[in-house]
């Protein structure tokens, strides 16, 4: 079973930036999978934010967050991180990094099958 573990939400002004990273335990569990995050604002469903490839930097980005957001990963750390700039009010929501099923990077959420507990982004206007 692959645990999934986010950190650094938090409250942020319009305008500024936060960087959320998750990490996978078991060691070299999701190496050869492609990884996700995706967030939920109350009242609305999840959604995609960004995927990356198991490896080689292919990325997908949602069009909402195309140019301000930039995922990464680190498979020796087992890590996958998202760099938020130029946050926007609508931004809020709780944010959740996944790993998908395959390799290849998707935007799909039945593509992915272990979901992290998510961490709170604030964003004020």
């Known amino acids: 079973q692959v645990r999934l573990a986010e950190s650094g939400g938090g409250l942020v002004q319009a305008g500024g930036s936060l960087s959320l990273s998750c990490t996978a335990s078991?060691?070299?569990?999701?190496?050869?999978?492609?990884m996700g995050w995706f967030r939920q604002a109350p009242g609305n469903e999840r959604e995609f934010v960004a995927a990356?490839?198991?490896?080689?930097?292919?990325?997908k980005y949602a069009d909402s967050v195309k140019g301000r957001f930039t995922i990464s990963r680190d498979n020796a750390k087992n890590t996958v991180s998202l760099q938020m700039n130029s946050l926007k009010p609508e931004d809020t929501a709780v944010y959740s990094c996944?790993?998908?099923?395959?390799?290849?990077?998707?935007?799909?959420?039945?593509?992915?099958?272990?979901w992290g507990q998510g961490t709170q982004v604030t964003v004020s206007s």
């Open positions: 990356i490839r198991w490896r080689g930097g292919n990325t």
């Open positions: 996944a790993v998908a099923r395959g390799p290849i990077e998707t935007m799909y959420l039945n593509d992915y099958q272990y």
């Open positions: 078991p060691p070299r569990t999701t190496s050869n999978n492609a």
